[in-house]
């Protein structure tokens, strides 16, 4: 089994924007859930979410650090910006700020990024069905900034990592960790890894 340490991290939960504050959660067993409004419950039924179904759970919350992303640090525009899902911007930010925790220049081919990011909502309610792109007519930007795939390759490219990057679905998600990702990579015959950058998000996002 390869050995690893966890040398930094960072989080953003609802109500929660740091490691300590979740420390505080965990320790009070306080949650920060609510019943969703009509007209949030509006909104999912026009997302062809079916509320009515005995297993969907009318909760949540907001995540108010989604719709917080500094572009011009990651040499975004504001349109490239604009059409990326807060998950994909997100996750830019919270991998910066691991880094800035574990206190140590990180870069180059000796990392390597994992990630797992739930399919996008961004677009709906935002452009209509038939403007959406589609293979053969698509608009780059809707591509790259919705499409759950680029998301470990957009972290590695900003950051300047030029080891593997990988984008695991959900399900996967609970199969692979970090390690036996890592494990497959060295079986393939690439170097190992000095440093291993794991992210993951769930975010669902409403119109507006």
Known sequence: MTEFA??????????????????????????????LSDADLAAARRAGVDVGHPRYVPVGTDLPEAGRFDAAFFDMTPAEAQWTDPQQRLLLTLTHRAIESAGAVVGGDGVGVYTTVSSSSYLDGRVSAADRPVLGSMDYRSLVGNDRDFAASRIAHRFG????????????????????????????????????????????????
């Open 161 to 208: 990592f030029t080891g593997p990057a990988i984008t695991t679905s959900l399900s996967n998600f609970w199969r692979y960790s970090i390690a036996s990702l890592q494990q497959k990579v060295t079986a393939s015959g690439s170097s190992p890894l000095t440093w291993k950058i794991g992210a993951w998000t769930a975010l669902a996002t409403s119109e507006g």
């Open 6 to 35: 966890v040398v930094g991290a960072s989080v953003a939960l609802p109500g929660v924007t740091d490691l300590a504050g979740l420390h505080d959660d965990l320790l009070a067993a306080r949650v920060h859930i609510e019943g």
